[in-house]
């Protein structure tokens, strides 16, 4: 039984073939209704799925809906009205530039969307998907810590590991959040302290994510940059969905690792907002 909806705004025919498959899936895991919303000049419902290149069989059961006006504007107004659970849109291409994300249909979404934002890599299969590995990069913080929970649940819909990866980095660059808890520097006792250190974290993480949502749990660390760190991991590791936090800031120097993520990914990338 459907209870709520899930968005899928599209303009061009990659548009839908690429992001369906992941939106439907992520319908079944949430029982939402995928409803397909295209916004540009009206027509007809035969003529919107020749434009969108997709068969009857592949749109039977979907809700098609059409929109004008300000195409960010128009999806952020749908996904207001049928309280939409998520929005699942093609990622971003265009070069990273500071300026880009306030200029852009998808940076305009997730900064109004009411629901997490799900952006798929337009080189992505077009054939069915499934999530078995949601990779939550987590620097410690206060912040990166709330993306747990939604996560978890995502993970735990679909019977799937959440796999947390701590990045630490240069001690430069390291967080300054209050209440961070990071990879000590040096560990005395490593065949000691190592696993004192693992076992704390996963509880921490799995306390703030609510123990009874998460299923299989595992710790991986990476050092580096975090962008890079993340995008590595993900390419050489068997990943079907990358999840993160974000307070609403277009700072450069908080948004440039998270739109470098979501453009440079090979997989699905849900960004939950965690600010006000």
């Given at each position: 039984?459907?209870?709520?909806?899930?968005?899928?705004?599209?303009?061009?025919?990659?548009?839908?073939?690429t992001?369906?498959?992941?939106?439907?899936?992520?319908g079944?895991?949430?029982?939402?209704?995928?409803?397909?919303?295209?916004?540009?000049?009206?027509?007809n419902?035969?003529?919107?799925?020749?434009?969108?290149?997709?068969?009857?069989?592949?749109?039977?059961?979907?809700?098609?809906?059409?929109?004008?006006?300000?195409?960010?504007?128009?999806i952020?107004?749908?996904?207001?009205?049928?309280?939409?659970?998520?929005?699942v849109?093609?990622?971003?291409?265009?070069?990273?530039?500071?300026?880009?994300?306030?200029?852009?249909?998808?940076?305009?979404?997730?900064?109004?969307?009411?629901?997490?934002?799900?952006?798929?890599?337009?080189?992505?299969?077009?054939?069915?998907?499934?999530?078995?590995?949601?990779?939550?990069?987590?620097?410690?913080?206060?912040?990166?810590?709330?993306a747990?929970?939604?996560?978890?649940?995502?993970?735990?819909?679909?019977?799937?590991?959440?796999?947390?990866l701590?990045?630490?980095?240069?001690?430069?660059?390291?967080?300054?959040?209050?209440?961070?808890?990071?990879?000590?520097?040096?560990?005395?006792?490593?065949?000691?302290?190592?696993?004192?250190?693992?076992?704390?974290?996963?509880?921490?993480?799995?306390?703030?994510?609510h123990?009874?949502n998460?299923?299989?749990t595992?710790?991986?660390?990476?050092?580096?940059?975090?962008?890079?760190?993340?995008?590595d991991?993900?390419?050489?590791?068997?990943?079907?969905?990358i999840?993160?936090?974000?307070?609403?800031?277009?700072?450069?120097?908080?948004?440039?690792?998270?739109?470098?993520v979501?453009?440079?990914?090979?997989?699905?990338?849900?960004?939950?907002?965690?600010?006000?």
């Amino acid at each position: 039984m459907s209870t709520g909806t899930l968005l899928v705004p599209v303009e061009r025919p990659l548009h839908a073939t690429t992001a369906l498959p992941v939106a439907q899936e992520l319908g079944r895991l949430k029982a939402a209704t995928v409803v397909l919303i295209h916004v540009g000049e009206p027509l007809n419902r035969g003529e919107l799925l020749d434009r969108l290149s997709l068969s009857p069989e592949v749109a039977h059961g979907l809700v098609i809906e059409q929109c004008t006006g300000s195409p960010a504007d128009a999806i952020v107004r749908e996904a207001v009205v049928r309280n939409a659970k998520l929005i699942v849109m093609c990622a971003p291409t265009q070069p990273d530039s500071l300026v880009f994300p306030l200029r852009s249909v998808a940076g305009n979404v997730l900064r109004m969307a009411p629901c997490p934002v799900v952006f798929v890599p337009r080189t992505h299969s077009r054939e069915s998907w499934a999530l078995h590995r949601v990779l939550l990069p987590h620097d410690g913080t206060p912040t990166s810590a709330l993306a747990i929970a939604p996560a978890a649940d995502l993970a735990s819909r679909a019977c799937a590991e959440l796999l947390v990866l701590h990045v630490s980095t240069p001690s430069s660059k390291r967080p300054t959040e209050p209440g961070t808890f990071v990879m000590p520097r040096y560990l005395d006792q490593p065949q000691h302290g190592w696993p004192l250190w693992t076992r704390e974290f996963i509880d921490r993480v799995r306390g703030l994510g609510h123990a009874g949502n998460i299923g299989e749990t595992r710790l991986v660390v990476a050092h580096g940059e975090v962008e890079a760190a993340i995008l590595d991991f993900a390419r050489h590791n068997p990943t079907d969905m990358i999840a993160l936090a974000w307070r609403g800031n277009f700072a450069p120097d908080r948004a440039r690792t998270m739109w470098g993520v979501i453009r440079q990914a090979i997989c699905p990338v849900i960004v939950f907002r965690v600010g006000p």
